[in-house]
C-alpha cells in the first residue's frame, strides 16, 4: 500500500482541487480523504507543497520504436515520459516499417507490455503513409490500434481523407490531422518570415497549415467524425478551428509547448534545435495560440516528443531533419509560460494533459477517483531547475540551459513509482 499525504489534489474532470490524501492498494486508488490516518507500516509519500494530480497524458509521441531506435526505444521513451510525469502516451504511426499492419502493431504492443508506463500505439490512415489507400481501419482497430494518424505527413487527396472520416465516424475513432500541404513548404521546419528572410532562405508558409486546417474542417462539419488537428501553429488556425467547431464539427486541437513557450526567433540563436514541422512562428501567433488555450479552442497539450540523435541535428539548419524532445520538460514549460504568467489556471493547465487528451482517443484514464487505475503525478509547482540531461536517449530541444518552474517528484503507474526525483537514473 501506498499513502500520499498532505498533498493538494487537482482533479480536472470532477473539479477538484483541495488538501486531500490517497491511499493505493495494489494499482487501485481505494480512498480519497482529508486526513487518512494508518497504523499498519505502509509506505507513505509526503506531498507537502506538492500537486497531486492524474498522470499526465501526452496524446502525440515518436518512440522511433521499430526501425529509428538509435534515437528512442519504446523503453527509453517510457522512462523520459515517467520523468516528465506522463503515465500514459499515444505513439505516432510513422515508424519503420509504417504501423499500417496488424503485425507491426502487434511488435508494439508487445514493447509496450514491458514498459513502466502505458505506451499506446496509432495506426496510419493510408497504407505506408502514401496517401492513396485506406488501412484496414476496422481490423486495426480491433488489434488495438486507440487512433489514426499519418502524422508527419498531410494527406493532399480529399476523397481518401472523406473515406476515412466516414469509416472513422461508424468506428467511434480519432484521426489527427499533421496539416501543412507541401507545395507552400520550401524549407521545412522554419517560418517563412522575418527570420528565414534574415537567413536568407524560403521558409513554410503559414498558410501551409491554414488552408489544410480550412478544408478538413469543413470535411469534419459534413462527417462529424471525431478530427483532431495536431499541434498547431498558426494564429489564423485558432480562427479557423473555433469557426468549425462553432459549425457543429467534432474537433479538437494539440498546440506543443514549444509553439506556446517560443517563436522563430529562437531559430536564430538554436539554429536546427528550433526547427520542427510546423514551424515556430511569430509572437502574434504564439499569443493567439495561448488565447486558444484560455477560451478552450485548443483542450490538449501534447509535445510532439521526436527525438533524433546529435549526429542528426548538427548537419546544419537546412540539412537536418526536423522536431524536438518534449517530454521531460512539457509540464515545467505550462507552469512557467502559461500558468506562471497568468494566462491558464494550474487545473485548466492540467485539464488540458490528462482528461482531454483521454477523451479524444477514448482512454478512461485521466482522473483520480476511489476505484480508479492509480496513475499519479506528484510535482512540485514552485520549485525551479534548470533544464541540463535526459533519460531520452535524444538531446535535441532548445530549452537546454533554461531554468522552468515546476518540478516533478513522483510518478506513479499501476500503482507503483515509477519516477523518483533526486534518485540517481537507471537509464
Ligand atoms: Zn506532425
Not at 499492419?101 to 502505458?118: M, Y
Not at 459534413?222 to 498547431?232: D, L, R, W
Not at 514551424?279 to 484560455?294: A, H, V
Not at 512539457?330 to 500558468?339: D, E, H, M, R, W
Request: hydrophobic share 40%; aromatic share 4%; net charge neutral.
Amino acid at each position: 500500500m501506498i499513502l500520499i499525504k498532505n498533498g493538494r489534489v487537482i482533479n480536472p474532470k470532477n473539479n477538484i482541487d483541495e488538501k486531500m490524501d490517497i491511499l493505493i492498494e495494489k494499482n487501485i486508488i481505494i480512498c480519497i480523504e482529508k486526513n487518512i490516518e494508518l497504523n499498519d507500516s505502509i509506505d507513505i509519500i509526503d506531498a507537502k507543497n506538492c500537486i497531486v494530480a492524474p498522470g499526465l497524458i501526452d496524446v502525440h509521441v515518436h518512440f522511433r520504436d521499430p526501425g529509428f531506435t538509435y534515437k528512442e526505444d519504446i523503453q527509453s521513451g517510457s522512462k523520459a515520459a515517467a520523468r516528465g510525469g506522463f503515465t500514459t502516451v499515444v505513439c505516432m504511426a510513422n515508424t519503420s516499417p509504417v504501423v499500417d499492419n496488424e503485425q507491426t502493431l502487434r511488435f508494439i504492443e508487445k514493447e509496450a507490455e514491458k514498459s513502466i508506463i502505458n505506451v499506446m500505439q496509432t495506426a496510419t490512415i493510408t497504407k505506408k503513409l502514401k496517401g492513396k489507400e485506406l488501412v484496414d481501419m476496422k481490423h486495426l482497430k480491433e488489434c488495438g490500434a486507440v487512433g489514426f494518424s499519418d502524422d508527419g505527413i498531410p494527406i493532399m487527396d480529399c476523397d481518401i481523407l472523406l473515406k476515412a472520416m466516414k469509416l472513422a465516424k461508424k468506428l467511434d475513432v480519432p484521426l489527427s490531422l499533421h496539416e501543412e500541404d507541401p507545395s507552400l513548404v520550401i524549407n521545412p521546419g522554419i517560418n517563412h518570415g522575418k527570420i528565414s528572410q534574415a537567413l536568407g532562405l524560403e521558409g513554410t508558409l503559414k498558410e501551409a497549415e491554414e488552408v489544410m486546417v480550412a478544408r478538413d474542417c469543413m470535411l469534419a462539419i459534413s462527417t462529424k467524425a471525431k478530427v483532431n488537428f495536431q499541434h498547431i501553429s498558426s494564429g489564423n488556425t485558432v480562427d479557423i478551428i473555433r469557426f468549425g467547431k462553432k459549425m457543429g464539427g467534432n474537433i479538437t486541437a494539440e498546440v506543443t509547448p514549444h509553439h506556446f513557450s517560443i517563436t522563430e526567433e529562437s531559430v536564430i540563436s538554436h539554429k536546427s534545435y528550433a526547427k520542427m514541422n510546423p514551424p515556430l512562428r511569430t509572437e502574434n501567433d504564439r499569443l493567439k495560440l495561448i488565447q486558444g488555450l484560455k477560451d478552450d479552442t485548443i483542450e490538449i497539450i501534447a509535445t510532439d516528443h521526436a527525438p533524433h540523435s546529435k549526429e542528426e541535428k548538427e548537419r546544419g539548419l537546412l540539412n537536418s531533419p526536423s522536431g524536438i524532445i518534449g517530454l521531460e520538460t512539457a509540464l515545467s514549460l505550462g507552469i512557467t509560460n502559461l500558468v506562471s504568467k497568468n494566462y491558464i489556471s494550474l487545473i485548466k493547465l492540467l485539464e488540458k494533459m490528462t482528461i482531454n487528451p483521454a477523451r479524444l482517443y477514448n482512454l478512461h484514464k485521466g482522473s483520480l477517483h476511489k476505484g480508479a487505475i492509480a496513475d499519479i503525478v506528484i510535482f512540485d509547482p514552485k520549485e525551479e531547475w534548470v533544464v541540463d540531461d535526459f533519460y531520452s536517449k535524444s538531446a535535441n530541444t532548445p530549452f537546454v540551459g533554461q531554468k522552468l518552474i515546476g518540478k516533478v517528484k513522483y510518478t506513479i503507474c499501476n500503482g507503483k513509482i515509477v519516477y523518483e526525483d533526486n534518485i540517481n537514473p537507471q537509464k
